[in-house]
């Protein structure tokens, strides 16, 4: 090429990239023009990764209580990931706090612009002052709605609403309360619950597995309940060492911490089967089962004060499980009620609401649709899963020998397929 071409050539591709390079900034300033336009909103820029620029962490004002306004406002934190505003918005209601941002699958999925929203009262989305009333299923997707109304007029393509586990709940939650925001559902892992301690769910942990699996579980229970003497020593010195105190008394969180190791064995499918002791050793060797499953520190107070908002909700709304002791009760030295509700102090003991579950129920069994439910065929939570009428349009993934980390990637290419041709069948629907 000649001295003169290869100039010409030089100077066209710096004017192309000038130009790509000038439509992007333009458009993101667009972007954090709109973002400063909006009152109650505050905004950085945090960018995820090399590939990820156009992160921002942003705090919005949210009314402590919809339905009155008097009672204040707190701020919620939220992650936006801007791709481009003329692709659809994934919109991640997560159950939990929201420390850290990253791509989920549904936006990776259809190539969506993304915000992850902190649940109330989780995390740096708390009131200066916790109002615990105000602490309920409404109001949290009143959060919700607030965002779709504001970001909708900036992102105008479909929207889709995801969460996993307690998040797969708050987005059938949200659904139910204002159903034409969202215009496809994905919720992961999402039990619908129908009593304050739903009886189904012990029902499954008796019937999960095989035989083998069954009496090698229940044994090992029996032998940490029958050298107690030699274990809980042990017990109490790791939270000694991580200066810990219990949520209550030292034994019955022991005891407690025996009764959960079936359900969290099954919800997570981490532990190998072999691990788990099938006679007495040392108290080290016993322990390690609970500690792998993350049970030996689960009962500390740090711990399961992080976690009160959710068991709040839980026996407030949401329902949740007690264990089954028909098995164990002979065994057991303190513990006479298995009910989780001990955890929750006195005054945060609400009146539980038995309509609000089973309204959503009867709503998202026969008008949900659109919705993509995925599921782990082992995960005790599945045992209270949505089965969606064969009249809506609604599709329901169950992954076999799935935990409670089931995702979509982790099943056939074919079943994937099925996956990615129903989201473009509703994304292009008018």
């Known amino acids: 090429m000649e001295k003169k ?25 667009d972007l954090e023009k709109w973002l400063n336009s909006i009152d109650g909103l505050t905004f950085e820029r945090t960018p995820l990764d090399s590939v990820h620029q156009d992160v921002y962490t942003i705090f919005l004002n949210q009314y402590i209580d919809i339905d009155h306004p008097e009672k204040g406002s707190f701020k919620q934190r939220i992650y936006l990931t801007h791709i481009d505003r003329k692709q659809p918005m994934v919109l991640i209601t997560e159950g939990y706090g929201a420390s850290y941002k990253y791509i989920s699958e549904p936006a990776k999925m259809i190539g969506a612009n993304q915000l992850i929203v902190e649940h109330r009262y989780f995390g740096k989305s708390c009131p200066d002052s916790l109002d615990w009333s105000a602490l309920t299923v409404k109001n949290a997707s009143a959060d919700y709605h607030h965002i779709y109304t504001l970001f909708s007029h900036y992102y105008q393509n479909k929207w889709l609403s995801s969460g996993v586990s307690k998040g797969g709940q708050t987005t059938i939650f949200y659904k139910y309360f204002y159903p034409e925001d969202m215009d496809i559902c994905m919720p992961y892992v999402a039990p619908l619950n129908l009593e304050q301690e739903d009886p189904r769910i012990n029902l499954f942990l008796r019937q999960v597995g095989s035989k083998e699996e069954q009496e090698r579980i229940l044994h090992y229970q029996r032998l940490m309940l ?10 109490k010195d790791l939270a000694a060492q991580s200066n810990q105190e219990f949520a209550i008394e030292d034994t019955l969180t022991y005891e407690f911490m025996v009764l959960e190791f079936p359900f969290s064995y099954w919800q997570w499918a981490s532990l190998p089967f072999d691990s788990i002791p099938q006679e007495m050793k040392s108290a080290s060797d016993m322990l390690k089962p609970m500690i792998k499953l993350n049970l030996a520190d689960f009962y500390y107070k740090r711990t399961l004060e992080g976690l009160m908002p959710f ?16 098995s164990l009760k002979n065994n057991l030295i303190k513990l006479d009620d298995s009910s989780n509700i001990v955890f929750v102090p006195d005054s ?35 045992s209270t899963s949505v089965n969606p009428d064969s009249r809506v349009d609604a599709l329901k993934m169950v992954l076999s020998g799935g935990s409670h980390l089931t995702r979509i990637r982790h099943f056939t290419k074919e079943e994937q397929d099925m996956v990615k041709k129903k989201l473009e069948t509703w994304l292009n629907k008018e």
């Open 311 to 326: 068991m709040v909700q839980a026996y407030r709304e949401l329902g949740y499980y007690h264990y089954d002791l028909d």
């Open 5 to 29: 071409e290869y100039l010409k050539t030089v100077i066209g591709l710096f004017f192309i990239v000038g130009i790509a390079f000038s439509a992007f900034s333009q458009q993101k300033s």
């Open 348 to 382: 945060l003991r609400f009146e539980y609401d038995s309509r609000i579950m089973n309204d959503i129920y009867t709503f998202i069994h026969n008008k949900g649709n659109q919705f993509i439910y995925v599921y782990g065929e082992l995960d005790p939570w599945f």
């Open 226 to 235: 029958n050298n107690f003497d030699s274990i809980f020593p042990l017990y």
